[in-house]
């Protein structure tokens, strides 16, 4: 399967993913986490990026899609993958378009997490991660064993510097004006599925296992 999550930050393409991966074996392709990784390693790619990041604005296409061209090229993403924050405006749906023709494959679907903007800022201000594996915890809604700690590796969890209410404004500003239109150009094809993203983890978890077996 070759599979888009689009939704606003916080809407749960980060939690429903990794499940989703190990349930039909695919690559799990976030640029958000890619890009994290490469502020804190201080790469070339990571310097550019950092500033516009902790704004809470979209990084350039050209940046992203060549991050996704690089990625898409492993060997685990042949079988299928999940993208969770790409394609985030229409330029970069158009090239990813593109990169997969020249495969001869094209998108199975694209799973919308819809959600009221009201619900975010509590998702966000509570959420903690562990940054080498991807995890995800909540101080309210899914919270660590000991908090502030992984439950699987016991290492220290951090929160995102975007994470703040304030910034939280700007990411949800770029999501309305540049990635629904996304959400646009993908219904044209007929590959856009609703999810219900307000529901808890566990339904949405449901929802979207009906979505992807239908
Ligand atoms: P990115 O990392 O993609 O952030 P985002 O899109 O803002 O999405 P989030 O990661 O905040 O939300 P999520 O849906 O994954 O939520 P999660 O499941 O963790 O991008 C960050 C930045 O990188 C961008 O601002 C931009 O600068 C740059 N960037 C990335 N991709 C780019 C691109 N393609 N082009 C240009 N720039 C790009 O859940 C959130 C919290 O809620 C968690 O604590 C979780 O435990 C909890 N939760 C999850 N589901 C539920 C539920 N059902 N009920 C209750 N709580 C829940
Ligand atoms: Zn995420």
């Known amino acids: ?14 939690t429903q993913s990794p499940i989703i991966k190990d349930e039909y074996c ?11 990784a490469a502020v804190a390693a201080k790469t070339p790619l990571g310097i ?15 940046l ?3 991050i996704i061209d690089e990625a898409m090229k492993k060997p685990s993403c042949q079988k299928g993958f999940i993208l969770d924050g790409f394609p985030r405006t229409v330029a970069q749906a158009e090239k990813l378009d593109e990169m ?4 001869g494959t094209k998108i199975d679907k694209v799973l919308n997490f819809a959600i009221d903007d009201a ?5 966000i201000t509570g959420r ?9 915890y909540h101080t309210k809604f899914a919270p660590p064993k000991v908090p502030a700690v992984d439950d699987v590796t016991g290492e220290p969890l951090m929160q995102r510097k975007d994470d703040t209410a304030e910034v939280l404004k700007s990411r949800l500003e770029a999501f309305h004006r540049q990635t629904e239109p996304v959400i646009d150009y993908y219904s044209k094809k007929g590959v ?7 529901k808890p983890p566990k339904e949405v978890t449901v929802e979207v296992q009906k979505l992807l077996s239908s």
């Open 48 to 62: 550019k990026a950092k500033e516009t990041m902790e704004k809470g604005e979209l990084v350039s296409d050209d």
């Open 1 to 14: 399967k070759r599979l888009i999550l689009v939704g606003p930050p916080g809407s749960g393409k980060g």
């Open 26 to 36: 695919l690559c799990h392709l976030a640029t958000g986490d890619m890009l994290r």
């Open 128 to 136: 903690w991660i562990h940054p080498s594996s991807g995890r995800t």
């Open 192 to 198: 856009v599925a609703q999810l219900p993203a307000e």
């Open 64 to 66: 992203v899609v060549g």
């Open 100 to 103: 997969l023709q020249k495969q």
């Open 119 to 123: 619900i975010l800022e509590e998702r």
